[in-house]
């Protein structure tokens, strides 16, 4: 089967590695990709959210299957688009139709949707710049630190914590009566700050039945102790030590289930990722998930550190989403522990450096390299973006994973690198 998959990040690369290794896949295509998707297929120099251009592709090619990265096209409806057109209706689309979607587009959605099925969140009120005066006044009566979102896509921009009333004050103001997020900002959910450790659970969905994936935890700062701003993020670790089996119980009775159930009550049809994003927080029974937010696609850099720990073979499990019989599918995941660290471009993330030589990838010793923000140029890796390379190992244990990831991030150089080398430091 031919196979076009969307996307230019570190994920698609991590996806792309694992698809190539299928006897299932004759070729596979990447758009756009970057400067090291081509060792696993073909790179198309088509942008994601460029349907029309996309469909032209897939008929020309004679494409089996779409699996879909980012969410940004998920969100403007690319798998409508598909069944929309009769000449590309039978060619399964892995990623949700866009009202599924709207759990990452319309942070108001999910909050609603979380709500409606029972599921454990932050208590939440939503605002618009018509209703800015009552959502100053409902600020003065919450405890701070208080969480601000976005209601749609920002480019991971969007979340603000505010220590002080008269900075949530500002920065409501500012989000709604000034767009500081522009249009993703017409609508602000002003939520209550959960605290305990964050970890990221992914579910893979045919709508009826699902898949647990393994379990990350991602770290967001750029500064080592989690100091400084925040990123698309830094570095991930899977599995998480704290999300035992109990835990983890309570993650598929209280969160999982009633999303996938939800999901059917509300007729929302879902067929991919769904990505839940966790707070533990302690309480006398021991400790409790709340859902953060949802995602309608795997997590950067997560992807990197769960995707190495699945044993089977991913293009059977995305046939078994197209064709809704993913329970009959053998989900079997390595007991081996994967530690990831993001090399990044100076300056990132503000405004960062572009086009560096990168130079040292042939000598990495324990781990593999995911291309992120690179490209190719007369055969020479450059830099590309702000989040350039990710190298992850796969080991035995948590210390051996994390020592031989940043030994070997150590061996990559260009002009202004830099890394974390305390990722998983604090699952040790």
Same mark, same amino acid.
Do not use: W
């Given at each position: 089967?031919?196979?076009?998959?969307?996307?230019?990040?570190?994920?698609?690369?991590?996806?792309?590695?694992?698809?190539?290794?299928?006897?299932?896949?004759?070729?596979? +295509?990447?758009?756009?990709?970057n400067?090291?998707?081509?060792?696993?297929?073909?790179n198309?120099?088509?942008?994601?959210?460029?349907f029309?251009? !996309?469909?032209?592709?897939?008929?020309?090619?004679?494409?089996?299957?779409?699996?879909? %990265?980012?969410?940004e096209?998920?969100?403007? %409806?690319?798998?409508?688009?598909? !069944?929309?057109?009769?000449?590309?209706?039978?060619?399964?689309v892995i990623?949700?139709?866009?009202?599924?979607?709207?759990?990452?587009?319309?942070?108001?959605?999910?909050?609603?949707?979380?709500?409606?099925? *029972?599921?454990?969140?932050?208590?939440?009120?939503?605002?618009?710049?018509?209703?800015?005066?009552?959502?100053?006044? /409902?600020?003065?009566?919450?405890?701070?630190?208080?969480?601000?979102?976005?209601?749609?896509?920002?480019?991971g921009k969007?979340?603000?914590?505010?220590?002080?009333?008269?900075?949530?004050?500002?920065?409501?103001?500012? =989000?709604?009566?000034?767009?500081?997020f522009?249009?993703?900002?017409?609508?602000?959910?002003v939520?209550?700050?959960?605290?305990?450790?964050?970890?990221?659970?992914?579910?893979?969905?045919?709508?009826?039945? +699902?898949k647990?994936?393994?379990?990350?935890k991602? /770290?967001?700062?750029? *500064?080592?102790?989690?100091?400084? !701003?925040?990123? *698309?993020g830094?570095?991930?670790?899977?599995?998480?030590?704290?999300?035992?089996?109990?835990?983890?119980?309570?993650?598929?009775?209280?969160?999982?289930?009633?999303?996938?159930?939800?999901?059917?009550k509300?007729?929302?049809?879902?067929?991919g990722?769904?990505?839940?994003?966790?707070?533990?927080?302690?309480t006398?029974?021991?400790?409790?998930?709340?859902?953060?937010? +949802?995602?309608?696609r =795997?997590?950067?850099?997560?992807?990197?550190s769960?995707?190495?720990?699945?044993?089977?073979d991913?293009?059977?499990?995305?046939?078994?989403?197209?064709?809704?019989?993913?329970?009959?599918?053998?989900?079997?995941?390595?007991?081996?522990?994967a530690?990831?660290?993001?090399?990044?471009?100076?300056?990132?993330p503000?405004? +960062?450096?572009? *086009?560096?030589?990168?130079?040292?990838?042939?000598?990495?010793r324990?781990?593999?390299?995911?291309?992120?923000?690179?490209?190719?140029?007369?055969?020479?890796?450059?830099?590309?973006?702000?989040?350039?390379?990710?190298?992850?190992?796969?080991?035995d244990?948590?210390?051996?994973?994390?020592?031989?990831?940043?030994?070997?991030?150590?061996r990559? /150089?260009?002009?202004?690198? /830099?890394?974390?080398?305390?990722?998983?430091?604090? !699952?040790?």
């Amino acid at each position: 089967m031919n196979i076009l998959l969307l996307g230019s990040g570190g994920r698609e690369s991590a996806f792309a590695s694992k698809m190539a290794q299928s006897p299932l896949l004759s070729q596979l +295509y990447i758009a756009p990709g970057n400067g090291g998707t081509g060792a696993y297929g073909k790179n198309v120099n088509l942008k994601a959210t460029d349907f029309g251009a !996309l469909a032209e592709f897939v008929l020309k090619n004679n494409i089996g299957m779409v699996v879909v %990265g980012p969410e940004e096209p998920l969100v403007k %409806g690319i798998h409508d688009y598909f !069944l929309d057109r009769a000449d590309l209706a039978h060619i399964p689309v892995i990623g949700p139709q866009q009202e599924g979607a709207q759990l990452e587009g319309s942070k108001d959605f999910s909050k609603q949707f979380m709500i409606r099925h *029972g599921i454990p969140t932050a208590a939440f009120k939503s605002f618009t710049v018509e209703t800015l005066q009552e959502g100053l006044a /409902y600020l003065d009566t919450q405890k701070l630190p208080i969480v601000l979102k976005a209601d749609g896509l920002a480019a991971g921009k969007g979340v603000l914590i505010c220590e002080t009333l008269d900075e949530a004050k500002l920065e409501l103001k500012a =989000m709604l009566a000034d767009a500081k997020f522009g249009e993703a900002s017409s609508t602000v959910v002003v939520e209550e700050f959960l605290t305990g450790i964050e970890l990221s659970v992914f579910v893979l969905t045919d709508g009826k039945s +699902y898949k647990i994936l393994p379990e990350a935890k991602d /770290y967001k700062r750029i *500064g080592e102790g989690d100091t400084g !701003l925040n990123t *698309g993020g830094m570095g991930s670790v899977s599995p998480v030590p704290f999300a035992d089996a109990q835990f983890m119980k309570k993650v598929e009775e209280r969160i999982i289930i009633p999303t996938i159930e939800g999901l059917k009550k509300d007729n929302i049809p879902y067929k991919g990722f769904i990505f839940i994003g966790l707070m533990a927080s302690h309480t006398p029974e021991g400790k409790d998930p709340y859902v953060i937010e +949802y995602n309608v696609r =795997m997590g950067d850099p997560e992807t990197e550190s769960v995707i190495p720990r699945i044993e089977s073979d991913l293009i059977e499990l995305f046939k078994g989403v197209a064709d809704e019989n993913l329970a009959d599918k053998e989900l079997k995941i390595s007991s081996k522990i994967a530690a990831t660290i993001m090399l990044v471009a100076g300056g990132y993330p503000g405004e +960062y450096l572009k *086009g560096k030589t990168i130079t040292g990838i042939e000598n990495l010793r324990h781990s593999v390299a995911f291309h992120a923000g690179t490209e190719l140029e007369n055969g020479i890796v450059k830099s590309n973006g702000g989040r350039v390379i990710a190298i992850t190992s796969l080991q035995d244990n948590i210390f051996d994973a994390v020592q031989k990831a940043t030994a070997d991030a150590g061996r990559i /150089y260009f002009d202004g690198r /830099y890394f974390r080398a305390d990722i998983g430091a604090d !699952l040790m």
